[in-house]
């Protein structure tokens, strides 16, 4: 099984909408992230969380909201979609207390398309 | 604001060659470094990390430090098909351990 899952993998959606994506992760991780990939643009920073009280903006937090639920999960809220933010969404975990703590453990990503 | 810079490439190398990648980046007291590799509607997968300057080896992987010259790469010896993808640069610097990364730079490897 997945250690990073996200849902949904692909999601649709129009202008204006209120749209949530979710991560779940098995790995014992204290440490979890959004990000966005465009085409050209690499990776960048949504929200990164340390721990469960513990919430952070990223680089383009602006149209973003995030809720930590538990350790193991970690929510990414568009509050009012618009086609801008039609992307690759990452979520990723990583672990401090280990060897490799700064290595980045992605989900397999949702592709949302913004009408 | 902290960069990392990549050649988007693409990057077109004959199966059985070394493909060179490169990165630089401009906050000179980066302290780890780290190689991705993401193939096509996939996501990212660490392949390499470096630390101290000088080279790295893990089987075809080399990766390669120079902290004076801020800059790393990462050598791919006896290339396959099996390698074309993105390759992203990933830098973390300061005590938060956030990795910065490059917009990454595809490589093709042809028959």
């Known amino acids: 099984d997945a250690d990073v899952t996200q849902t949904p993998r692909n999601r649709i959606t129009k202008t204006g909408k209120r749209i949530m994506l979710e991560c779940s992760q098995t790995k014992g991780h204290d440490r979890m992230y959004w990000y966005r990939q465009d085409p050209g643009l690499g990776l960048r920073l949504i929200y990164y969380?340390?721990?469960?009280?513990?919430?952070n903006k990223g680089e383009i937090s602006d149209g973003y909201s995030v809720s930590r639920q538990a350790q193991a999960k970690f929510s990414l809220s568009l509050e009012s979609a618009i086609p801008n933010q039609t992307a690759l969404y990452f979520c990723?975990?990583?672990?401090?207390?280990?060897?490799?703590?700064?290595?980045?453990?992605f989900g397999p990503g949702t592709r949302l398309l913004v009408l | 604001q902290k960069e990392v810079e990549q050649n988007s490439g693409p990057l077109s190398v004959p199966e059985g060659a070394i493909a060179s990648l490169n990165c630089t980046y401009s906050d000179r007291g980066s302290q780890s470094f780290f190689w991705y590799r993401q193939y096509s509607g996939k996501s990212p997968e660490l392949i390499m990390s470096?630390?101290?300057?000088g080279d790295k080896e893990d089987g075809r992987f080399t990766a390669q430090l120079n902290k004076a010259s801020q800059y790393v790469s990462l050598l791919i010896r006896d290339s396959q098909p099996s390698d074309s993808a993105t390759y992203l640069c990933a830098v973390t610097s300061g005590g938060s351990y956030i990795p910065t990364f490059g917009r990454g730079t595809s490589l093709i490897v042809h028959p």
């Open positions: 470096i630390y101290s300057n």
């Open positions: 969380s340390f721990d469960v009280k513990d919430i």
């Open positions: 990723a975990t990583s672990d401090l207390g280990t060897s490799s703590m700064e290595t980045q453990y």
